[in-house]
């Protein structure tokens, strides 16, 4: 029998795994505790506080709202309000008002998305973790012009970056950095917290492992090839975005197979240019892109609406049928 | 027997009005008379002309292009070209060039909003003030490269931002502040224009007015407490776009009750945030955000489309109902 | 009988011509001519160079992806390769980075062409030449973070412009900076291109050809009457953008009329002051605005749909109709 407590705790769970397309308890509670290792690894237990919080406040908002319980229970409530949690103590310095603004933009994660998802419609394709992303940089912004919501933790603003490209590439140093590129999902900047996501992905879903495997690795690549910024690579800010591109083309929103994996390829190492340029655009305002290269390049390369053949995948709970469009 | 220029007037007045969502003649007409206060109190009478021409040439090319005659006479074609009218002169210099350039851009509202309303109509929200927002944007900042064209009341560009939150919060300080907040939405910063504004919403629907008071004074509490520039707070910058988000969320799509009310007050509430967003974002321009915080917030608020049962107001003139998409 | 290598000639050259709308394989040819002659005047042959592997690259694309081959036979498939062929070599140094880097966008230009025509779709608007202009902007945002794609010949970011409006005026000079503005279109500042283009124009369709002229013509004056910068004028940069409205709106989605033709000369006006609004919005990146002022504008003066009675043109290839939306 499903009490009703059971029924809530897998609902913030599930939604703490479709941060990475996978509706899965097990899946959650990894990420949980990767976060939570991570957090209290560099010290800043806060973050993995912000992130149950902003969890539980969307996953609130979704009931309160009488959304479709069908995709609370799928995890969709939650996925980016803890992303929204995660983001806020990481940027922001402690304090009650920044833990409102915090409930203020998790909540309304919930309802951004249903409006996003009602534009996106038409095309077939989903906000993703879009409304994380746009509350988050509304509330980093609004910092430079509000002193009660002091942007601790942000850079300052600028026009040119100066960087040294040096950064060292033994093996060890880039099977850190690769690990560190998947932790960075969730703004963990850990290894270890790396292979918590790994594994949390593999109970789950081998593919999205494979295609989180691969999209850090070609993130760190491409970023060396084409010589990012040395500190940014060591921290797999190349890598957190082609994590999330991999697993949505190669085995979200297409069934895995040849072509698929080609295009999702293409679409990984495109996000790393993605990635650079969004970096670039936000100096002005010292603003981390997010996951908005993710977002952008999926779109990109969901949008053309290509078949290949048999190899396009059923995510009926990630279309949303019932825009006002279609 | 209506005679034309009896039509024609009261499509102009109405245009006025409607910038507060008002299709009423003497709301306009007091709006017109507090833009006219405000002008002369400020020793910069040219604001008042341009919001006159304006509103004219707006609704001059609304006929001429063969627009609807059912939105002209509702007032629609003139609401974003009286804004442009204020705007115009209020940052640009007095020049030949400058009419030229307002004319042109007050003529292009009428068929930017249809054009804009069509993209929206598949998500029934409209426009709004938007295509006065954009149209100004693009004005202004090609300013910067037209030295015929002068930006003489703008602010230079910049990255950061060095502000005082000091600000007297005596009673009699915060009800001028709150006054002027509802005279900022014509780009008036006088506090008699505010009681003029709130009088002409008095006269067409209370409810108007009653979110008209309580967005300014929402708008003036949530820039204190999170420590807003104390200018922005005296010259009513945060209680504007408030103002029309209240007015937009609490009486005019939706019906007033409690639950859109509770919906108006976050939105409310999200508004200022917004803008001190957006008042980051512009910086590197010297920029003024307009009304766009007021545009994005509803919108935020509108497309998840909440019915709240009873309370879904029917705004069909608001609605565009001849988009290609439905 | 044609040959298949005939047949991918034909295709190939009529994709340079639809930069400029015209699906003919002459006006092809000649547009090539041109841009080979400025890019040995200018001593940077690797521009034409570029040009052809952009063109080469995204045709073949659009083989690879299945797209409609009718598509492909029109011309639409190389248009927007062919500008990121000469776009990347003007503004990056030649390495084999940039090459990989090329064919990356100019492949991708053809995709992301389908899906953002696909989002167009609903409002009966095409993409045009913005596939070209989104991911230029991308890759070269993305150079200012990878060191292996340096920017030579990009601006330094900066917050504003000093420039001098001082510009010889005879009537040789004005000759020579309406012919620059129309061979602009491909980024070739030569009035000897030009030359080439306004035959390439007349060969195809005479309108075409006077609205180049009378586009980029408008240009230049408005840009003197509001004394933008002089180099700007000079080198042709306030006449490309007008060039693709007038031909846009004058002869290809409106049938050329007295009507059509007041809409479009006012649609060249416009383009002029978005063309400075996007100098100036680009400044903080060093970027150029590519033909975004004309994407701009035609969408402005395309999306209320007027019909103009008779002088609607069809322009069945250039409306996409099997967006999922229509």
């Known amino acids: 029998m499903k009490t009703k407590l059971e029924l809530t705790l897998r609902t913030l769970l599930k939604g703490a795994g479709q941060v990475m397309f996978q509706g899965s308890e ?5 990420f949980l505790c990767g976060i939570f290792w991570g957090a209290m690894e560099s010290g800043r237990d806060i973050v993995a506080w912000g992130a149950l919080v902003g969890l539980s406040v969307s996953t609130w908002a979704g009931y309160l709202l009488h959304e479709p319980h069908a995709e609370g229970r799928a995890g969709l409530w939650g996925f980016n309000g803890i992303l929204v949690g995660c983001a806020f103590p990481t940027f922001l310095g402690n304090s009650p008002l920044m833990w409102l603004a915090l409930v203020l933009a998790a909540a309304a994660t919930t309802w951004v998305r249903t409006g996003f998802n009602h534009v996106m419609a038409p095309w077939k394709v989903n906000s993703l973790t879009f409304p994380f992303v746009f509350l988050s940089w509304l509330f980093l912004l609004a910092t430079r ?3 009660g ?4 933790y ?3 603003p600028e026009l040119t970056m100066h960087f040294s490209t040096a950064v060292g590439t033994s093996l060890l140093d880039l099977l850190v950095y690769w690990l560190r590129g998947i932790s960075q999902v969730f703004l963990v900047n850990s290894w270890v917290t790396g292979l918590f996501f790994l594994l949390a992905l593999l109970v789950s879903n081998r593919w999205a492992a494979l295609w989180a495997a691969i999209g850090s690795a070609v993130g760190v690549l491409v970023a060396l090839l084409y ?3 040395g500190s940014d690579i060591a921290n797999g800010l190349y890598g957190f975005s082609p994590v999330l591109t991999g697993i949505a083309l190669g085995c979200t929103f297409y069934r895995p197979g040849l072509r698929s994996a080609l295009w999702a390829l293409a679409g990984v190492v495109m996000t790393c240019f993605v990635q650079a340029a969004m970096d670039t655009w936000f100096l002005p305002w010292g603003l981390p892109t997010f996951t ?6 999926t779109w990109l390369f969901l949008l053309p609406l290509y078949k290949f053949d ?4 059923d995510h009926s709970h990630w279309h949303k049928k019932d825009g006002p469009c279609t």
């Open 145 to 147: 012009m509000l002193d």
């Open 149 to 152: 919501l002091p942007a601790e």
């Open 292 to 297: 908005v290269p993710f977002c952008l390049t």
């Open 310 to 313: 048999a190899f396009k995948a």
């Open 26 to 30: 097990w899946t959650g509670l990894l």
């Open 154 to 156: 942000l850079s300052a």
């Open 227 to 229: 010589q990012a910024p």
